[in-house]
């Protein structure tokens, strides 16, 4: 390739330019491999220079006090060693009184006079919390607990060292991309400060736990004793708080998260000013939008946050949005997926009134709500397990025998305040509905946004899809306690009438 190129040059050319042509030629092939290579070869260490020194770790201490219980025997057979050791200590006279169970973790200094972000994990349970600092690991401070959060995993310690300590500043995630390079420190293991580097594999993970949560996923390497740590841009600020890792056997496989900062900066400011998280609180409870329901419900696109239920006085009732609503923007933030909603309104001030922009039977909206105060005990209660019933109608659709709601019935099902809607008694092993989890005792009250009051509203509503040539659809179900839920169902099982 090279020779035929230069072949295109005059005799005078090629002989005078030849050395030239090679050099440009050799210059256009590896410049840009150069570019991109030349910011990773330059290293980060400017960069660890100047923010490591704010990086510390967290060492807690919980102390584990043991049941004095005079009538237990080592004949019990104890479930694990340690209790085992526990009933021959007992046994023998030699008991402790107590002991001591230790933990560590990282953290970071986020202002002169000393507070420092870690995890609510790493000090939940402490009686005693010591930190040493990243340029001084000789000195040890015993640090307090302003406030801690476990919903965000989240708690914020201060020290008292007697003296301006270095910080570092929180940064915006937001202008981060997947892709770029990020760096984290942290007390891995318990070896102290160490430095590892990675990209943004993806932002916006979510998680199917208790913190739930919306992740910055890295492939920085983090590790057990790393949680609370901090992961910077290359502009040095904190876009992101080491939280946990997913691993088979305890250490790193290149699959780490971190809470984004915007979060962080928000829990920590509410910890600091208040000692507790406040959020706020719209009162629904919300299910993803898939490429069905989407579809089903008039979007171009699976995007959103769709209502499944409204809580009886709840902000959300008294602005009148109602079940089967698509929330696509709360207070001018785009929802783009449903698990953004909840960080959107809990960050929201209370007694704050916002627009919510909606979409209801295919037309878009604009509701406006005051933002309430979430209370601890406003918690979601999961669907009832499913129950089995004999079969006692000929009503079979999609594999489900329904029946139109009485009161015999509805005492039957525990339903009594339910009045609306067809009542599930039976369903079909391997059927269209026993693969989307629908159960014996649920009620549906719509089909595709269509209120449903009887088995025949139902056969019509479904057949009428059929001969529309729909391949699915989006049903309201409304479980034994009173939770409602969204499912899309096959349609390809009906036959046209």
Request: some cysteine; proline content about 3%.
């Amino acid at each position: 390739m090279l020779h035929t190129a230069v072949l295109k040059f005059s005799h005078l050319t090629r002989s005078i330019f030849r050395p030239i042509a090679v050099s440009l030629f050799v210059m256009l092939i590896f410049n840009d491999t150069y570019c991109l290579a030349q910011q990773p070869l330059q290293g980060f260490a400017d960069i660890v220079e100047k923010v490591s020194p704010a990086v510390v770790n967290v060492s807690s201490t919980q102390n584990l006090q043991k049941k004095q219980d005079s009538t237990s025997s080592c004949d019990s057979h104890p479930e694990n060693l340690l209790e085992w050791f526990d009933c021959l200590e007992k046994e023998f006279g030699m008991r402790s009184k107590s002991r001591r169970r230790n933990s560590l973790g990282s953290g970071f200094i986020i202002d002169k006079e000393g507070h420092i972000v870690t995890n609510y994990h790493v000090v939940a349970e402490a009686d005693e919390i010591n930190v040493t600092l990243g340029n001084d690991n000789t000195t040890s401070y015993k640090a307090k607990v302003v406030g801690k959060d476990r919903m965000t995993d989240l708690a914020l310690l201060k020290i008292d060292a007697g003296r301006a300590l270095p910080y570092v500043d929180f940064g915006d995630p937001e202008k981060s991309r997947v892709g770029d390079w990020v760096i984290a420190i942290g007390n891995p293991f318990g070896l102290g400060g160490t430095v590892t580097a990675g990209i943004i594999s993806t932002k916006g993970r979510y998680l199917d736990i208790e913190h739930g949560g919306d992740y910055i996923q890295t492939d920085a390497p983090i590790n057990t004793g790393s949680s609370g740590g901090p992961m910077f841009n290359l502009n040095g600020e904190v876009i992101g708080v080491s939280t946990l890792i997913v691993t088979a056997n305890g250490g790193n496989v290149g699959v780490g998260f971190a809470i984004p900062s915007s979060t962080a900066k928000f829990v920590i400011e509410q910890l600091k000013q208040k000692g507790e998280m406040v959020r706020g609180w719209l009162g629904v409870k919300i299910q993803p939008v898939d490429q069905k329901i989407a579809h089903n419900m008039g979007l171009k696109e699976a995007k959103g946050a769709l209502v499944a239920s409204v809580v009886s006085g709840s902000p959300a009732e008294i602005a009148k949005l109602e079940v089967g609503d698509i929330i696509v923007k709360f207070d001018g933030k785009d929802v783009l997926t449903s698990n953004r909603l909840p960080m959107i309104v809990a960050s929201t001030p209370i007694n704050k009134k916002v627009d919510i922009q909606i979409v209801r039977n295919r037309q878009e909206m604009t509701l406006s709500a005051v933002i309430g105060n979430c209370k601890k005990n406003r918690e979601c209660s999961g669907p009832e397990e499913s129950a089995t019933s004999p079969n006692i109608a000929n009503n079979n659709i999609l594999g489900m025998e329904l029946v139109n709601i009485n009161k015999d019935n509805a005492k039957k099902y525990r339903l009594e305040n339910i009045t609306t809607g067809v009542l599930i008694v039976s369903i079909s092993r391997n059927s269209p509905a026993a693969e989307v989890g629908i159960v014996v005792g649920e009620v549906i009250q719509q089909v595709n946004n269509r209120k449903i009051k009887t088995v025949q509203d139902f056969e019509n509503v479904v057949l009428q899809l059929k001969r529309e040539k729909e391949q699915n659809a989006t049903l309201l179900v409304m479980s034994r306690n009173g939770d409602t839920r969204f499912v899309s169902i096959e349609l390809d099982s009906i036959e046209n009438k």
